[in-house]
């Protein structure tokens, strides 16, 4: 990942009756190549409230689009005094 690369990141996922999003696909990211694996990390994390009429049906679809702006800052350890 480049520091100061702002950009879009698109991703289509499943929340399950626990409320764990699930079946995470990258539908579109720009740039490509920068964000989508830290996206999909985070979204691993991220847990929904459902309801009890929800944990006892099925998984429910989600879409979700993200703008990442300056999402992070790296150093150069070998430049730094």
Not at 16 to 41: D, L, Q, R
Not at 45 to 66: E, F, G, H, I, T
Request: hydrophobic content about 45%; overall charge neutral; some cysteine.
């Amino acid at each position: 990942m480049k520091a100061g690369v702002s950009g879009d990141l698109v991703l289509q996922f499943d929340v399950n009756c626990s409320g764990v999003p699930i079946n995470i696909k990258v539908v579109e990211a720009t740039p490509k190549g920068y964000f989508e694996a830290e996206g999909i990390s985070a979204l691993k994390q991220w847990r929904y409230m459902v309801n009890l009429d929800l944990r006892l049906s099925r998984d429910r679809p989600l879409y979700a689009a993200l703008h990442i702006d300056k999402f992070a800052r790296l150093v150069d350890e070998a430049n730094v005094s």
